[in-house]
């Protein structure tokens, strides 16, 4: 018999037996930051106190919730919002003439740029780099701005054209609080780490299990988070009741209620099955960036409804979670604790 062989059998089969090894990443902190797609001028200075806040925690690297340019399945997925985007802008033209002005020069590399971040379908890094050309040529003297407009007209893309595909006039997370944030950290790109790949499967089960919502509990919710909406705005406490515990009450009764009251339950409960495959892919791809950034402080803005799952799983791979206002949180009782408490009432009589 060869003794050799079958020992080195024997350590391979004891490798594999081997449970697999934690994701080593050098994060010490992760501040996640639970956002609105959308926030009116009330929360001005909200937002202004949360972006101070994000750079006194100075993380290394900015985290968004866009699609990676890699992901060719998610974009497939999400065609509507990720590939038809670029268009407009990567058309081959001819090349623009030098300036003799260096601020022109440089706002004309920055466009070359753009349409380099626009043919990689790099969504988060071309909009946070379009960011950064607006606000620079907003900045420049009226003669380098007029040159720099009508060379975009003739070489690259009309300014018009430009601001409405980076979405610039866009009272969003991104334009009011990541951009200017990482801006003002100096950061030279974000990174991307949501999923879409089950985008057809989620969408069509909530359409299934729709009835779901056509009860009294359902009722409560909607009317809970319109008010509380409303009251927090005009009090400046927007982004600060997003990030109370206290909102993972609205993403768990988002699919609870229709698993209980939808007569489709199978729908029901594929619908928060493919919502909870989303937070953990979109968890693995926030591993997979800490691990090759190795960054040691990072920020991550999502979704306010994706906080719940997201912290947790991001916990249990022993990231370290902290919370935008995590100093500032009460055990007070608060109204979507009172919601909470009516629904379960309807659900369990």
């Known amino acids: 018999m060869n003794w050799t062989r079958l020992a080195l059998v024997a350590a391979l089969t004891f490798c594999f037996l081997l449970p697999a090894k934690a994701q080593e990443i050098a994060c010490e902190e992760l501040l996640l930051i639970r956002s609105a797609h959308y926030y009116p001028e009330s929360c001005d200075d909200e937002l202004t106190k949360a972006r101070e806040a994000i750079k006194n925690f100075a993380p290394d690297i900015f985290i968004t919730e866009y699609l990676d340019g890699q992901d060719s399945i998610g974009l497939a997925a999400f065609e509507s919002n990720a590939l038809i985007f670029y268009t407009r802008f990567v058309e081959a033209k001819d090349a623009p003439p030098s300036l003799k002005d260096s601020e022109g020069e440089g706002l004309i590399e920055k466009l ?208 370290n979670v902290l919370r935008l206002y995590q100093e500032q949180e009460t055990e007070e009782e608060t109204g979507l604790d009172r919601m909470a408490d009516k629904i379960e009432k309807l659900i369990n009589p």
């Not at 339950?265 to 960036?289: C, F, G, P, S």
């Not at 999502?302 to 991001?314: I, N, Q």
Request: net charge negative; proline share 2%.
């Open 112 to 319: 070359k740029e753009i349409k380099l971040l626009a043919e990689a379908k790099d969504q988060s890094n071309y909009e946070y780099q379009g960011h950064l050309f607006m606000k620079r040529l907003e900045a420049a003297p009226e003669q380098t701005r007029s040159q720099v407009i009508q060379l975009m007209e003739q070489h690259f893309t009309p300014l018009d054209t430009l601001r409405k595909y980076i979405r610039y006039d866009r009272r969003n997370e991104y334009q009011l609080i990541a951009f200017p944030t990482a801006s003002a950290l100096g950061m030279e790109k974000l990174y991307s780490m949501d999923d879409q790949r089950d985008s057809a499967a989620f969408h069509e089960n909530w359409q299934a299990c729709a009835d779901g919502y056509e009860n009294e509990a359902a009722q409560v919710f909607s009317m809970t988070i319109d008010s509380l909406e409303k009251s927090s705005q005009e009090s400046g406490t927007f982004l600060q009741g997003l990030n109370h515990p206290s909102i993972d009450l609205i993403d768990h009764y988002v699919y609870a209620i229709p698993m209980h009251f939808s007569e489709n339950a199978e729908a029901a409960k594929a619908y928060a099955h493919y919502w909870d495959l989303r937070n953990q892919h979109m968890v693995e791809n926030t591993m997979r960036i800490l691990q090759e950034s190795k960054a040691k402080k990072a920020a991550l803005i999502v979704g306010a409804s994706h906080g719940r799952l997201m912290e947790k799983y991001l916990r249990e791979k022993g990231v």
